[in-house]
């Protein structure tokens, strides 16, 4: 069965700083990998997304994440870390199958951002 | 262009009691998976419904059940609440073509208390 891994409950850094935020995942084929933002009281937007290609992948506010095969990781960085980012993040893996599709999801990372 | 919407907002019910909670999908999406997302946890897969049928399941006992009407918004169904029930629901949208390769949209969610 598939499942993901986010190592790390809590993160804070400085406005300004840079960001990653880890995710293993165990996935017996290759992973349809996903990183989605949630900001308090609302739903899940998708920031970025792997299935294929390139492995270092761009994604909207400026995230990008690196698909490593040999470690099963897909970590999500940032540059340059700005207020607005604060929120919680979750990494999830998507299986297909012929009978539908369904994504497992971790337990989220929550990032603070100190002025 | 009208995103994943959810109703209600909130709702407070008793051990034993029965919800119906409603989603409709972004305009020109056919495919509406439920999921459970506990305090501080990440979402939790419960089920997929396209063209009127449960596709795909979770791991979530019978009392959870759904439906998918013709134009393609969808309920779910929670029966004999238990206090565990108590939860953030999410509504998520897609394409069947491929809901992996055209990620799912979510809303905003019901936050659906048990007292």
């Known amino acids: 069965a598939q499942s993901v891994t986010q190592p790390d409950i809590h993160i804070t850094v400085s406005e300004g700083a840079s960001l990653e935020l880890r995710c293993n995942y165990s996935y017996g084929a290759t992973p349809y990998l996903f990183w989605y933002v949630q900001s308090p009281g609302q739903g899940l937007q998708l920031l970025l997304k792997y299935f294929s290609g390139d492995t270092l992948v761009q994604g909207i506010k400026g995230f990008e994440a690196e698909f490593k095969r040999s470690q099963s990781s897909f970590n999500l960085r940032k540059p340059s870390v700005h207020w607005s980012d604060a929120a919680e993040y979750f990494c999830?893996?998507?299986?297909?199958?012929?009978?539908?599709?369904?994504?497992?999801f971790g337990t989220g990372t929550r990032l603070a951002v100190r002025p | 262009d009208a995103g994943v919407t959810q109703s209600p907002t909130h709702l407070i019910k008793t051990r034993g009691q029965q919800v119906t909670l409603r989603c409709s999908p972004k305009?020109?999406?056919?495919?509406v998976s439920w999921y459970q997302q506990a305090l501080g946890q990440g979402p939790q897969f419960i089920f997929q419904y396209y063209e009127e049928e449960e596709r795909q399941r979770g791991n979530f006992p019978d009392r959870f059940s759904g439906h998918q009407y013709p134009n393609y918004s969808s309920e779910l169904n929670v029966n004999a609440l238990l206090l565990g029930d108590s939860a953030l629901y999410l509504c998520?949208?897609?394409?069947?073509?491929?809901?992996?390769?055209?990620?799912?949209?979510f809303g905003d969610g019901t936050r659906l208390s048990i007292l």
């Open positions: 305009s020109g999406h056919d495919t």
């Open positions: 998520a949208s897609s394409f069947r073509t491929d809901p992996l390769l055209a990620p799912q949209h």
């Open positions: 999830a893996v998507g299986q297909k199958k012929s009978s539908g599709d369904k994504l497992t």
